[in-house]
């Protein structure tokens, strides 16, 4: 059972910036592509980015030139920087895991929120 756990959200003003954290126990991390969902109020979830276990990235259009996701495969960790954030990011963040080559999400963790103030 992997477990994942976020950390970094909190409140900002428009233009500003916040960095992610999710950290993941388990071996597979390594072999596993990794994403970043978010869930506004009366929204459903939506996948904002992720990243492969080679390293290639991809983005929902309204993140990109914002948003970055990377991963340190040798601490577990993918990071999720938000720059020039909007009040429309506001959301709850989720970290997910993939299935080995796979587009199955296999775990997500509990959520951070993040709010973006105008």
């Known amino acids: 059972q992997v477990r994942l756990v976020e950390s970094g959200g909190g409140l900002v003003q428009a233009g500003g910036s916040l960095r992610l954290s999710c950290a993941a126990s388990?071996?597979?991390?390594?072999?596993?592509?990794m994403g970043w969902s978010r869930q506004a109020p009366g929204k459903q979830r939506e996948l904002v980015a992720r990243v492969s276990n080679g390293g290639s990235t991809t983005y929902a259009d309204s993140v990109k030139g914002r948003f970055t996701i990377s991963r340190d495969n040798a601490k577990n960790l993918v990071y999720l920087q938000m720059n020039s954030l909007k009040p429309e990011d506001t959301a709850v963040y989720y970290c997910a895991l993939y299935l080995v080559s796979s587009d199955i999400v296999i775990s997500w963790g509990q959520g951070t929120q993040v709010t973006v103030s105008s």
């Open positions: 388990g071996s597979i991390f390594s072999a596993s592509a």
